[in-house]
């Protein structure tokens, strides 16, 4: 009897713009929906940050609630330490205003380019290394790719194109096409990659036209997720990464250190099983960016080191990340053992 009151439509299909819109919100709202308030924590919160709270409803939905050290809460919860004022931390940590040949391109290696599709996120990470660039000067213009990709087309020494930001899957689907099908008809590519954090904040953006998308390029394609924890992967997101894998894209995952998310070799070993459980391979695990704001994350290069050694002894070697620091003026990301004193 009470089944016949329900209607009988289909369930609607997950509305990833939806998701987008929900990510922005308060810090009290931000608490609500893990079981806390501000009265709970142990930390303080930073009020009023420059850099916006968001973080998107699948994400938060991972966040075991009443837990004030989550690891997933303090990747997206401003905490009081942001306001800490180090000399030391810069604004522009990786000289980037520097390596810039037109609007929207950043080339400081060789046979890459990476390109700065889009100038938002689906979600804060309150480490970023970007969370005081001014994306407005620096992003590809909404419709204006065409010069961008003709300095690419014009360059045989650019064998891979990197689509960054942002987060280029916050791009509609008919800008990234647009992209993507012009940057596919460069003869000289061998490959496009993408770097995005969206797999874990908004697991629906994988969507059946994405992944037509991605499997139709004719070129092959290659997806570095940002995950930096095991609980970021649940059921929904290794369902996404499995639609990605089907469409015949390389999935590889890249992590940022941070302290009291992902600092022990017990967190660092689970993420790795549960990556390669999800058809993704660890690639790089970035030491932290002396970013203003995000001081509070650091791991230190002893500790660092000692992590990675730990790993390789208790992990196959496909499995263990390349822990590397980006040196600004370096030709490649640096392997920490090559900074050890
Ligand atoms: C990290 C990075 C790349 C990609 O480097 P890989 O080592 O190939 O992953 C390309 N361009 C810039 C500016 C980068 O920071
Ligand atoms: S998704 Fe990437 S670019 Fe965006 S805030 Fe997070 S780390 Fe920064």
Known sequence: MLARVLPLAPPAAPDW??????????????L?????????????????????????PHFLSLVRRGDPHDPLLLQVLARADELVDDPALLTDPLDEASFTPARGILRKYGSRALLLAAGSCAIHCRYCFRRHTDYGAMVLPVGGHADAVALLAADPAVEEVILSGGDPLTLADDRLAALLGALAAIPHLAMIRIHSRTLTAVPARVTPALVALLAGLGKPVVIVAHTNHANEIDGVVAAALARLRGAGVTLLNQSVLLRGVNDSVAAIRAHALRLFASGVL???????DPV??????????????????????????????????????????????????
């Open 282 to 288: 660890p690639y790089y695990m970035h030491l932290l």
């Open 32 to 56: 609500d929906r893990v079981g806390l308030t501000a009265a709970d924590l142990p930390y303080g919160l930073a009020p009023a940050p420059d850099f916006a709270l968001k973080a998107p």
């Open 17 to 30: 713009q939806a998701d987008y819109r929900a990510a922005r919100l308060t810090a009290a709202d931000l």
């Open 292 to 341: 203003a704001g995000a001081g509070h994350f650091d791991v230190g290069l002893t500790e660092a080191l000692g992590l990675e050694q730990q790993l390789r002894d208790t992990l196959p070697g496909y499995l263990v990340p390349r822990f590397v620091r980006e040196v600004p003026g370096r030709l490649a990301k640096t392997p920490i053992w090559q900074l050890a004193g």
